[in-house]
């Protein structure tokens, strides 16, 4: 996955753990796409140190994500689902009672999970 989308997913989901100063700086990096130097300008901190903040919270997120794995949940979930969708859409092209069976296997592997 792009680091940029896997910064935003973990932001999604963890952000609010972060302090409100990291949260902005990682917001204009992430989010608003700004570069180092325009966070730094606008901080009035120099551009290392913004590249450390980011790289803190990185850190950070991603023991969030290593202990609690909800985004990981979140994607296998989201697959599933997908598959549920494609099956669904796929149901006149093959036998029904086929796709109903695997449709139901993957509901209740979702079930599990939560």
């Given at each position: 996955?792009?680091?940029?989308?896997?910064?935003?997913?973990?932001?999604?989901?963890?952000?609010?753990?972060?302090?409100?100063r990291q949260r902005n700086i990682f917001e204009d990096f992430v989010l608003n796409d700004l570069s180092l130097s325009e966070i730094a300008k606008?901080?009035?901190?120099s551009r290392?140190?913004?590249?450390?903040?980011?790289?803190?919270?990185?850190?950070?997120?991603?023991?969030?994500?290593?202990k609690l794995h909800l985004l990981e949940r979140?994607?296998?979930t989201k697959a599933k689902v997908t598959r549920?969708?494609?099956l669904s859409r796929n149901c006149q092209e093959q036998?029904?009672?086929?796709?109903?069976?695997e449709?139901?296997?993957?509901?209740?592997e979702i079930l599990e999970e939560l």
């Open positions: 996955m792009e680091r940029k989308v896997m910064q935003t997913y973990l932001y999604d989901f963890y952000g609010e753990l972060l302090t409100e606008e901080e009035g901190i290392q140190g913004v590249h450390d903040l980011i790289k803190r919270c990185d850190r950070t997120l991603e023991g969030y994500e290593e979140f994607l296998n549920i969708r494609t036998r029904e009672s086929e796709v109903m069976a449709i139901e296997a993957i509901s209740d």
